[in-house]
């Protein structure tokens, strides 16, 4: 079975400082697809950034990127120039390319912005 | 484009009573979820719905919950009788077909007390 471990219980960053939140995940497999979850306080799951894990590329989406080691199975986070608005729970997950694959996610990181 | 629509919102009731959750996925969805999730950890899957068949429930405890997603559009999840511990946050999830990268989207969930 796959599993997600985000070893980081809780971050803190000053607000317009950098961050980088850590994710291990552990497969068998070879396709699959890792995600990056933000839940704020108001408890909407929301998509912050995803990767194929056949893409050699790092994706990423404004402020956000990943650092994806597939060979280490790590897959992190990185905020730049962090807001306010960033502060919630953020989730590693991870699904194989499978028709009917399930979507585990890690125990997640809370994540403070300091003012 | 309408999200997932989840209710009740809020939800409190005595232990051994039952509850029933209600999910109303994103149109042409086929995969829905059902997870839970308490206070400070990340969310865990119950069940897992292709149309309207179950693919995995692996993690559903079958003796007091149940769910079923008639003709593969909305869901109902039911806990029968509820324990304590099953004050958790209840989210719902669809995604297009299991094997797509898409992500799956999350409703706000249901946040049930359990006295």
């Known amino acids: 079975a796959q599993t997600v471990t985000q070893s980081q219980p809780e971050m803190s960053v000053q607000e317009a400082e950098t961050v980088t939140l850590s994710c291990t995940y552990d497969t068998s497999e070879s396709d699959y697809y890792l995600f990056w979850y933000k839940q704020p306080p108001s408890r909407q799951m929301i998509l912050v950034i995803r990767q194929e894990a056949y893409k050699q590329q790092n994706a990423t989406e404004n402020r956000f990127s990943v650092n994806f080691q597939k060979a280490a199975k790590s897959f992190s986070l990185k905020i730049s120039d962090s807001q306010l608005g960033d502060a919630a729970m953020y989730f590693c997950a991870y699904r194989s390319a499978g028709a009917n694959s399930k979507l585990t996610f890690g125990k997640g990181i809370t994540l403070s912005v300091r003012p | 484009e309408a999200g997932v629509a989840q209710s009740p919102r809020y939800k409190i009731i005595e232990k051994r009573q039952s509850v029933a959750f209600w999910c109303n996925p994103i149109?042409?969805?086929?995969?829905l979820y059902w997870y839970q999730q308490i206070l400070g950890q990340g969310p865990k899957l119950l069940i897992q719905?292709?149309?309207?068949?179950?693919?995995?429930d692996s993690q559903l405890p079958k003796d007091r919950f149940s769910a079923e997603r008639l003709k593969g559009v909305d869901s109902t999840l039911k806990i029968q009788p509820a324990k304590l511990e099953d004050s958790a946050v209840y989210l719902c999830a669809s995604s297009l077909a299991g094997g797509s990268p898409t992500e799956a989207f999350f409703g706000q969930g249901t946040r049930l007390t359990v006295v």
């Open positions: 149109s042409g969805h086929a995969t």
């Open positions: 719905f292709q149309n309207n068949g179950v693919v995995d």
